[in-house]
């Protein structure tokens, strides 16, 4: 068959001759809705937004909580990492007087202090200095406070307060009513109770914190009393930095 009875495949020798240039082809670019020049300040590498990785909304919520949850814990840390420099580096010293008391440097006092301060230093913690004295009523030789302790650094103040407390009640006799009280400017931890033995009932307080553990007994006192008096008698002999 003769390509003559099809006249319309012939190139019409009128249509306009193809130029080449050097821009590169844009295909399928969509005019402006203004109509005015395209914007080719656009990056041509940019990446598809059928090929870019999609987040689900399940996945951003968890990412969230994930974030949340880390910056809580840095923030309890943080808090935590604060009050042991503050108070790790904590001294103990015992003045002639406190309070109205005056130590008993009798040898039977001298003893029965060292005897604390030896059992402290054998099952509480690794003390960088210990203490142990009789503190005098000159009003009441029966009101006598013994207080004994050491400094150190203290990684868990209250777990160590509670040994304390363990140690004293295998040789006092069970304590009970065991409550935690105010600790007063200085902070840690404070817990008071009563130790039930032989002897009659004893006011036992005692205050934990990460530079020191120190506990006094007050025969002839309740407890509001004997809490008061050691925030009292702490105020004085604890130093820091």
């Given at each position: 068959m003769s390509d003559a009875s099809h006249p319309d495949r012939r190139p019409s020798v009128d249509a306009a001759p193809i130029e080449l240039t050097s821009e590169p082809?844009?295909?399928d670019q969509a005019a402006p809705r203004d109509g005015g020049p395209t914007d080719s300040s656009a990056p041509s590498g940019s990446e598809d937004r059928s090929t870019a990785p999609r987040w689900s909304r399940r996945r951003t919520i968890v990412l969230g909580a994930i974030l949340t949850l880390a910056l809580v814990a840095g923030v309890g840390f943080g808090s935590v990492g604060w009050r042991i420099l503050q108070e790790k580096d904590a001294t103990l010293s015992i003045p002639?007087?406190?309070?109205?008391?005056r130590q008993d440097t009798s040898m039977r006092a001298r003893e029965t202090a060292d005897y604390l301060r030896i059992g402290f230093t054998a099952d509480i913690v690794?003390?960088?200095e210990s203490i142990g004295v009789v503190y005098a009523d000159p009003d009441a030789p029966d009101r006598?406070?013994?207080?004994f302790g050491g400094t150190g650094l203290v990684w868990q103040p209250e777990r160590d307060?509670?040994?304390?407390f363990d140690l004293v009640s295998e040789g006092e006799g069970t304590i009970g009513d065991l409550r935690t009280v105010d600790a007063g400017p200085l902070g840690g931890v404070m817990k008071c109770g009563t130790s039930r033995g032989d002897g009659g009932d004893i006011a036992i307080c005692g205050w934990a914190d990460?530079?020191?553990?120190?506990m006094a007994m007050f025969p002839g006192r309740d407890l509001?009393?004997?809490?008061?008096?050691?925030?009292?008698?702490?105020a004085a002999i604890q130093q820091r930095g």
């Open positions: 082809v844009v295909l002639p007087e406190i309070a109205g008391l690794d003390t960088d006598s406070v013994l207080l307060l509670d040994r304390l990460h530079g020191s553990v120190v509001g009393e004997a809490a008061a008096l050691l925030r009292t008698i702490r």
